[in-house]
């Protein structure tokens, strides 16, 4: 939530859209069988890698994301798009190095994408912060744009919704009337 409430500004994403993402990332980390503490943050910065990694390669955050979120289960060829090498020989060999897993164990899908997760941001780095780079540009000055403006009309729309609601109970109210009348 902390995250979401100022994704508009930092990284060009609604509210709606960064805790959309973030959530769809979590559940590819808890199904793999994180904890949900850990998958919290690791989703978040995932989130934000995606939004530097389209700055950076010009390509839109959905689409980023997309690769990423593939890249976590294994996919390769979406990452090299992106510039990022993630083979299963060297996903074993970053398990082994940073003690996710014994040397020559085999590994379990959680310790799989746990790996995946740290070579992503060992090897997404050369993109961090292209967005807040790139800010001042019309095109992300536009995606800000169109990301507060969800986020106002989000807004706006929670704000309206209690006498929306009284409407089409009056509106539904005088159709029923209008339905009981007597035929001609």
Do not use: C, W
């Not at 793999?32 to 939004?51: I, W």
């Amino acid at each position: 939530e902390d995250f979401a409430a100022t994704s508009a500004q930092s990284f060009g994403l609604s509210r709606r859209a960064a805790a959309d993402y973030a959530a769809g990332l979590g559940n590819i980390l808890q199904g793999a069988g994180l904890a949900k503490t850990a998958t919290a943050s690791m989703s978040v910065e995932l989130v934000k890698m995606a939004a530097d990694l389209a700055a950076f390669n010009n390509i839109p955050v959905d689409e980023a994301l997309a690769k990423l979120q593939v890249g976590l289960t294994g996919a390769e060829r979406p990452l090299r798009e992106l510039g990022i090498t993630m083979s299963d020989g060297v996903v074993q060999a970053a398990a082994y190095r940073l003690g996710i897993a014994e040397a020559d164990a085999e590994l379990s899908e959680g310790q799989k994408v746990q790996a995946r997760y740290a070579l992503l941001l060992a090897q997404g780095h050369k993109a961090q912060g292209a967005f807040a780079e790139s800010s001042k540009t019309v095109a992300a000055q536009m995606q800000i744009a169109r990301a507060q403006f969800e986020d106002a009309a989000a807004t706006l729309g929670t704000a309206l919704l209690p006498a929306a609601s009284k409407a089409l109970g009056v509106l539904t109210s005088i159709a029923k009337v209008v339905t009981d009348l007597p035929q001609p």
